[in-house]
T-cell receptor
Framework: AQSVTQLDSQVPVFEEAPVELRCNYS??????LFWYVQYPNQGLQLLLK??????LVESINGFEAEFNKSQTSFHLRKPSVHISDTAEYFC??????????????FGQGTTLQVKP | GAGVSQTPSNKVTEKGKYVELRCDPI?????LYWYRQSLGQGPEFLIY????????DSGLPNDRFFAVRPEGSVSTLKIQRTERGDSAMYLC????????????FGPGTRLTVL
């Protein structure tokens, strides 16, 4: 069985400050890793994903996440946040093995609150 | 193009009633997923369709929950004898194929059971 733990339920931060949203996972098989974002009153959107290759992946709006296999982590970072980054962020995994159906196992979510 | 749509956006029902929640996936997407999200929690997987068949229904909580996708496009999640604990946001997502590794989510249906 797989599980995902997001260590912080809420992260308040001032605009232009750096931020890290933490994600750890547990799995007996290899996984794909994802970050989804949910802006207020909108549906979930894919922010970035790790499938293979470079362990550092980036989004188009300045977020990055690094897959750390030894620590089973996939933390999300941004060097300078904007008010518009205020949203709920979800870390998720899916099985990459023979039983892969693409179904996602989500963490509990982290609310990023960017203050002016 | 149009994204995933879900109807109704809100559904209020009484305990013991039957409800149907509809999902219209993105045209051409063969993979369709249902998730349930309780307040303050992440989405939880319910069921996955590849085409018309339910390839994985391991997340359905009990036999009151059932889902269909008869023509491989629109899907309906059906809940019989609703209970207050069924109150949640029900999310639908679609993907070109399960190996595509990106799911496109609809806005959800908020179900409230009184």
């Amino acid at each position: 069985a797989q599980s995902v733990t997001q260590l912080d339920s809420q992260v308040p931060v001032f605009e232009e400050a750096p931020v890290e949203l933490r994600c750890n996972y547990s799995s007996s098989v290899s996984v794909y890793l994802f970050w989804y974002v949910q802006y207020p009153n909108q549906g979930l959107q894919l922010l970035l994903k790790y499938l293979s290759g470079s362990t550092l992946v980036e989004s188009i709006n300045g977020f990055e996440a690094e897959f750390n296999k030894s620590q089973t982590s996939f933390h999300l970072r941004k060097p300078s946040v904007h008010i518009s980054d205020t949203a709920e962020y979800f870390c998720a995994v899916s099985d990459r093995g023979s039983s892969n159906t693409g179904k996602l196992i989500f963490g509990q979510g982290t609310t990023l609150q960017v203050k002016p | 193009g149009a994204g995933v749509s879900q109807t109704p956006s809100n559904k209020v029902t009484e305990k013991g009633k039957y409800v149907e929640l509809r999902c219209d996936p993105i045209s051409g997407h063969t993979a369709l997923y249902w998730y349930r999200q309780s307040l303050g929690q992440g989405p939880e997987f319910l069921i996955y369709f590849q085409g018309t068949g339910a390839a994985d229904d391991s997340g359905l909580p009990n036999d009151r929950f059932f889902a269909v996708r008869p023509e491989g496009s629109v899907s309906t999640l059906k809940i019989q004898r609703t209970e207050r604990g069924d109150s949640a946001m029900y999310l639908c997502a679609s993907s070109p194929h399960y190996t595509y590794n990106e799911q496109f989510f609809g806005p959800g249906t908020r179900l409230t059971v009184l």
